[in-house]
């Protein structure tokens, strides 16, 4: 099984005038500018072609104008500080966490979509309409297609949010589907049955009632007082029991994964795509990993950065995403290590930026700003 490529897309460089800035971080770490060219080279071209890098391919890279012998020694000291390794005798060199570390913090450019990637972008966001729920796992698929890795979209549950409508349709005699519109644009349907037929014209005169007692408030809201009318009576204390079910029954987070199948061409370990795959059907997991890499502060985690074993051999890059200045939840993708990092982190920005934006217009009726993928 082959390893993701990223062929045809631009990798990132090292930067060819360096800021003092830039030189100082280098030095704390124990590294010159030749040192950090030929690191940069190294994790650009392992990137590139998820081959073990040798001297004679990078000693003409940008800033490392030396002979392949010197290459070799800079290579060498490289692998004593821990930023690359060595897979085999008489093999090239790979990245190491501690490498790839490096390499996001100092060496890589910010990435940036390419043109037609951004009018992608754009026209999913001016064109995508329908419930939440939809709009987000369309989102995570978005962002999978973008970047070839796993994409996760996290929002918090309903239980904080406030009811807007509440709608009652008869489906069959006896049988009612209640509809509710939450003001996080969010809509929760439920059937029950009733103990007797009632017209239209009850149901719609109970949806009513329920939604002047209900509206602004939680699904636990109640039917507020009884009117006298048994039968409206009833069918209102039926639905206000799904309300509250609802409310009971509602998740802390509401987790949405796109492009699972990219996993398979990420990996060259089928025992590693079959723990990834594992790990991203159980939402709990996917929060606690994210909440635990924003604790942190990170917008990227690489192998055991995010604490997490099974998932030693993946990197995640995550973003929250803001509506109206707060924030209403968290984007992200999950690939392997060897990850092209400037690209996936331009796809969570920009994608988070548009969702949260989308979000917001739809609720205020603001306009969003253009896709620039900076």
């Known amino acids: 099984m082959s390893a993701n490529s990223t062929a045809g897309q631009p990798g990132p460089r090292a930067r060819t005038s360096p800021t003092n800035a830039d030189t ?6 124990g590294l010159d500018h030749r040192k950090a060219a030929i690191l940069n080279a190294v994790v650009s071209e392992y990137i590139e072609t998820a081959q073990p890098v040798g001297s004679s391919h990078i000693s003409g890279s940008p800033g490392v104008e030396v ?13 004593r500080d821990g930023y690359l390794v060595q897979p085999h005798t008489s093999a090239g060199r790979i990245p190491t966490d501690k490498g790839y570390r490096f390499f996001v913090d100092h060496l890589a450019r910010p990435g940036r979509l ?45 239980e ?3 009811v807007l409508s509440v709608q009652l349709v008869g489906l069959a005699p006896r049988r009612v589907l209640l509809v509710v519109v939450l003001d996080d644009g969010a809509v929760e349907k439920r059937q029950f049955d009733l ?22 408030r939680g699904l636990g809201a109640g039917a507020g007082d009884a009117t006298g009318d048994p039968e409206a009576d009833v069918v209102a204390h039926l639905a206000a029991v799904e309300l509250a079910s609802m409310a009971a029954g509602g998740e802390p987070e509401h987790v949405f994964v796109g492009g699972s199948s990219h996993m398979a061409d990420a990996f060259d370990a089928v025992d590693t795509v079959r723990s990834v795959l594992s790990i991203l059907e159980q939402q709990l997991v996917v929060v606690e ?13 690489i192998g055991t950065e995010h604490g997490f074993e099974p998932l030693a051999s993946c990197a995640l890059v995550v973003a929250p995403v803001a509506v109206d200045g707060e924030i209403a939840g968290t984007i992200g993708v999950l690939g392997p290590t060897r990850m092209h990092y400037p690209r996936a982190l331009a796809a969570v920005q920009v994608v988070g930026q548009q969702l949260g934006e989308h979000l917001n217009r739809s609720g205020s009726g603001r306009s969003a700003r253009t896709v620039d993928g900076d």
């Open 24 to 29: 100082g971080a280098w030095e704390e770490a």
């Open 195 to 216: 103990p007797a037929n009632a017209d239209e014209s009850l149901l719609t005169a109970v949806a009513a009632r329920l939604t002047a007692s209900v509206r602004g």
């Open 114 to 158: 390419d043109p037609e990637q951004r009018q992608q972008v754009r026209q999913f966001f001016a064109h995508v309409h329908g419930e939440v729920e939809d709009l987000l796992g369309r989102t995570s698929g978005l962002l999978a297609n973008l970047t070839d890795y796993a994409a996760v979209v996290v929002v918090p549950g309903h």
């Open 67 to 79: 002979s392949s012998a010197t290459v070799r020694s800079e290579m060498a000291a490289l692998e």
């Open 160 to 162: 904080a949010a406030s």
């Open 289 to 301: 990993l994210i909440e635990e890499v924003l604790d942190r502060g990170l917008s990227v985690a």
